[in-house]
T-cell receptor
Framework: NAGVMQNPRHLVRRRGQEARLRCSPM?????VYWYRQLPEEGLKFMVY????????ESGMPKERFSAEFPKEGPSILRIQQVVRGDSAAYFC?????????????FGPGTRLTVT | GESVGLHLPTLSVQEGDNSIINCAYS??????FIWYKQESGKGPQFIID?????DKRQGQRVTVLLNKTVKHLSLQIAATQPGDSAVYFC??????????FGPGTRLSVLP
């Protein structure tokens, strides 16, 4: 039973380029969460999606960032016109249901470096 | 001993000793809590959870204590091993809202 998959594991982009991060949840999980982690800091919630729906994007920057979780295929976190401040580790987690007592399982993360 | 580093607080313990990692959570309405372990270059890994109707829960070598009066959570690791070296995060959940993570504590196990 594969866990949460994320790719690429490392991504290097020059300023102004686009970054696309992919997340495949655990089998049977329909809830996906994206988090961002700066070095030596905790995880900051960005967005929560169910299939084809964005449920909570309160942690997502208003510009340049978008997320989707289509009916088929992985969830995508897209960052347009990247800047150096976007350099971070981006983690995806999935759960069977949302809510209390529903553990989120994390992927290995994508480390984005903007040069 | 415990010290505050440049960013993450660090707890250093001798191998074989017990470790206690503390977390102050923010929302008195939170009803579910998880401790995660994050090793370098990896994603967070579930260790143990506890619901707000409990004050203690034990796992294998780990115990979580919850004090709702002072909004405090602790993780106790018995007989700490080198493989326990990692950053530990507490996370709180408020009746189905999204998890909020604490800033983390780095555990360093000394030989």
């Amino acid at each position: 039973n594969a866990g949460v998959m994320q790719n690429p594991r490392h991504l290097v982009r020059r300023r102004g380029q686009e970054a696309r991060l992919r997340c495949s949840p655990m089998k049977g999980h329909s809830h996906v969460y994206w988090y961002r982690q700066l070095p030596e800091e905790g995880l900051k919630f960005m967005v929560y999606l169910q299939k084809e729906n964005i449920i909570d994007e309160s942690g997502m920057p208003k510009e340049r960032f978008s997320a989707e979780f289509p009916k088929e295929g992985p969830s995508i976190l897209r960052i347009q016109q990247v800047v150096r401040g976007d350099s971070a580790a981006y983690f995806c987690a999935s759960s069977f249901e949302q809510g209390s007592s529903n553990e989120q399982y994390f992927g290995p993360g994508t480390r984005l470096t903007v040069t | 001993g415990e010290s505050v580093g440049l960013h993450l607080p660090t707890l250093s313990v001798q191998e074989g000793d017990n470790s206690i990692i503390n977390c102050a959570y923010s929302n008195s309405a939170s009803d579910y809590f998880i401790w995660y372990k994050q090793e370098s270059g990896k994603g967070p890994q579930f260790i143990i959870d506890i619901r707000s109707n409990m004050d203690k829960r034990q796992g294998q070598r780990v115990t979580v204590l919850l004090n709702k009066t002072v909004k405090h959570l602790s993780l106790q690791i018995a007989a700490t091993q080198p493989g326990d070296s990692a950053v530990y995060f507490c996370a709180e959940n408020n009746y189905g809202q999204n998890f909020v993570f604490g800033p983390g504590t780095r555990l360093s196990v000394l030989p």
